[in-house]
């Protein structure tokens, strides 16, 4: 296995038990923050158990969302939590997962590179683990932190936790730090939080060879000294060693403040013996951000018309980018989930009327996708604020195809693959192929706006670069007529030969894009096109309640 750099690189690897979904990703990704706050450089990557080769494939009700890199990786979700935390852009090996590690040892096998040996998981499997951990050392990285996917004792994880005992050895044991995030439950029949889940986890982790540095206890209330006390002396690590992770009141960017509270951050460099490299802790722009969040008055309510709402980590990107964007304005963006397959009959029952504004995220398939063309119609027609995102300008398309422009069969070749008038269609007519990503484009992107237009107005510049991940795009063959009915393509690829921004001149705001703008929004920089949304939406809100006195002749003057 490849050496650090130097031996300067050190490595944090969180891992977790008694429970998925404790945290760790946001854990790790907020001792990050506090690693940066404290000058040193940080990097981030995700272990993931699961045997497909990544998650781009994965049904986003079994997966959540698929977080795109700036180099067209699609990756788990975490994968979001650590940019936006750390404010720095991963790569397609921040992910790796066990299908990745297995498809790259067998094509090793393959080319005869292991010599004719058994291939086994020690050490063939471990060693690739292994590499791939390595390979995000450079010599302008401090820290590289991996967050281990799955809870100890899941039998897919048994070669990550090998591989990363292993690791210790290999590079130094000052060089490494174990983190491990466990459950300690509150029982109200007893009025106890019990430290026994936490007592089995360490103990199943211990078996498999690591000793754990850090405990970190996820609860929804504070440990008290007593619990630390027991949980050190129980899972043989100093008091100091064990952290309440208490569940973030407001905001998840609460989190660095909550675990530098408790010492976490000073403890991690003590282990990692970085002391003499770090800086004073600067958490001031942290501590201001937070401040936005809780002093937040204004309300606006924003529609995410979606084809996955029953599980909003589907949109989670999509999330963070609005409240980043109610963050810079003062204002609490309140979400209102619509399903998509629901909005023609809200519509006839005029329940949307309430929303300051919409977003069309993407998606792929048919189900859906005569509901979300309708709520682009009504926000065309009704002045409302809509921000289309990949397909959610597709449908916009659409919808202006059909009822501005006249062609009433106006669809794309995805969802009816017969249709007249494609105004959607694959990009360069290519065919679809076995390999799903094979017409794919993914990844960052550059876009020429149009002097003047909305967007070039949002970004204040006219070469802008975004991530994108889809295979149809808006066929050039119908933009002179949609340009000619008064839709303006505002953005295009430097060839012109690709729409990436649509606007609606005269709405208040109407946009577009092909591209995936959520993934590239800070929680301390709000995206431009999340924020002038936001914008639009709030100068919606000021004047809402007159209109809906007037549409509903129920409501009294002394309601």
């Avoid at 080769?53 to 890199?69: I, K, L, R, S, W």
């Avoid at 889940?197 to 206890?217: A, N």
């Avoid at 991690?268 to 490299?277: N, W």
């Avoid at 430097?494 to 929004?521: C, M, N, Y």
């Amino acid at each position: 296995m490849r050496q650090a750099a130097g031996g300067r690189t050190k490595y944090v690897f969180v891992t977790g038990g008694v429970s998925s979904s404790l945290g760790k990703g946001l854990t790790a990704s907020a001792l990050g923050r506090l690693l940066k706050c404290r000058g040193l450089s940080v990097t981030m990557c995700k272990l993931d158990p699961y045997i497909n080769v990544d998650p781009g494939t994965m049904n986003p009700f079994e997966h959540g969302e698929v977080f795109v890199t700036e180099d067209g990786g699609e990756t788990d979700l975490d994968l979001g939590h650590y940019e936006r935390f750390i404010d720095e852009n991963l790569h397609r090996d921040s992910n790796a997962t066990t299908g990745s590690i297995y498809s790259a040892v067998i094509a090793k096998e393959r080319r005869g590179d292991y010599l004719g040996k058994t291939v086994q998981v020690i050490p063939h499997v471990t060693d690739e683990i292994k590499e791939r951990v390595a390979r995000l050392a450079r010599d302008d990285i401090d820290v590289v932190i991996v967050e281990v996917g799955g809870t100890v004792g899941d039998i897919e994880i048994v070669p990550f936790i090998e591989a990363i005992r292993q690791f210790r050895r290999d590079v130094g044991r000052d060089n490494v730090c174990y983190v491990h995030l466990t459950l300690v439950p509150y029982l109200a029949p007893s009025g106890e939080q019990k430290t026994k889940p936490t007592q089995h986890s360490v103990t199943e982790l211990r078996s498999r060879g690591i000793q754990p540095d850090v405990i970190v206890c996820r609860s929804d209330q504070p440990i008290s000294d007593g619990l630390k006390r027991k949980i050190s002396l129980l899972c043989d690590v100093p008091i100091e060693a064990v952290i309440s992770a208490v569940d973030a009141s407001k905001s998840i960017y609460e989190i660095p403040l909550v675990l530098h509270d408790e010492g976490m951050d000073d403890f991690v460099c003590k282990v990692l013996r970085l002391e003499g490299r770090t800086t004073e802790v600067d958490l001031a722009g942290w501590e201001t951000l937070v401040s936005k969040v809780e002093e937040a008055s204004d309300k606006v309510q924003i529609g995410i018309i979606g084809k996955y709402v029953n599980l909003p980590d589907a949109y989670l990107s999509v999330v963070e980018a609005l409240r980043h964007a109610g963050y810079y304005h003062g204002a609490q963006v309140d979400l209102e989930w619509v399903q998509a397959e629901e909005v023609i009959g809200m519509l006839a029952g005029n329940h949307l009327r309430n929303l300051d504004g919409i977003v069309i995220p993407g998606g792929f398939g048919e189900r859906g996708i005569e509901g979300m063309i309708a709520a682009a119609g009504y926000a065309r027609e009704h002045d409302v604020p809509c921000l289309g995102l990949c397909l959610g300008l597709q449908v916009m398309v659409i919808d202006y195809s059909r009822n501005v422009v006249g062609i009433e069969r106006a669809n794309s070749r995805e969802f009816e693959h017969s249709t007249p008038d494609p105004v959607i269609d694959l990009m360069d007519d290519q065919a679809e192929v076995a390999d799903m990503g094979g017409t794919m484009r993914l990844g960052s992107y550059v876009a020429c706006l149009k002097a003047g237009s909305q967007v070039a107005q949002a970004y204040g510049e006219q070469v802008v670069s975004e991530r994108h991940r889809h295979r149809y795009e808006v066929n050039i063959r119908y933009r002179r007529r949609l340009e000619d009915a008064g839709l303006s393509c505002s953005g295009t690829s430097p060839d012109d030969r690709l729409v990436e921004f649509i606007e609606l001149p005269g709405h208040p705001f109407w946009i577009g894009t092909q591209a995936h703008p959520e993934f590239k929004s800070r929680p301390d920089r709000p995206h431009p096109l999340f924020r002038e949304l936001v914008r639009a939406s709030m100068a919606r809100a000021e004047g809402r309640l007159p209109r809906l006195l007037a549409l509903d002749g129920s409501l009294g003057a002394g309601d």
